[in-house]
């Protein structure tokens, strides 16, 4: 299994980005998928996470309202817009699979994702 997550880079607050992760090597559409992110100095922390069919998403409290997690099942690809993005939103954003085949939406430890993506690096200045 692989994934490749792309779209970071430098922008100002209030600002947008889309991150893309593509996915090979397992049925995409099984397969419940998240966000997380890590700041430096910081541990690994939930961001989002959507079910396989897409239709159910859960956010962490500090993005909700600003972020939106989306699929595409027929590109095996999962995105994460981000908007209004403030300096604490800095950090690598990785993509993560679920483990279990159509297991539930609410996955928001990373113990409940076996494979990762390399990571994307969002950088908001003030």
């Known amino acids: 299994v692989q994934l490749q997550a792309s779209g970071g880079g430098l922008v100002q607050a209030g600002g947008s980005l889309r991150l893309s992760c593509a996915a090979s090597?397992?049925?995409?559409?099984?397969?419940?998928m998240g966000w997380f992110r890590q700041a430096p100095g910081k541990e690994r922390e939930f961001v989002t996470a959507?079910?396989?069919?897409?239709?159910?998403?859960y956010y962490a409290d500090s993005v909700k309202g600003r972020f939106t997690i989306s699929r595409d099942n027929a590109k095996n690809t999962v995105y994460l817009q981000v908007n209004s993005l403030k300096p604490e939103d800095t950090a690598v954003y990785y993509c993560?699979?679920?483990?279990?085949?159509?297991?539930?939406?609410?996955?928001?430890?990373?113990?409940?994702?076996?494979?990762w993506g390399q990571g994307t690096l969002v950088t908001v200045s003030s």
């Open positions: 993560a699979i679920n483990r279990v085949a159509y297991g539930p939406a609410r996955a928001v430890s990373t113990d409940q994702y076996d494979y």
């Open positions: 090597g397992r049925t995409f559409s099984e397969y419940s």
């Open positions: 959507l079910s396989w069919s897409g239709g159910t998403a």
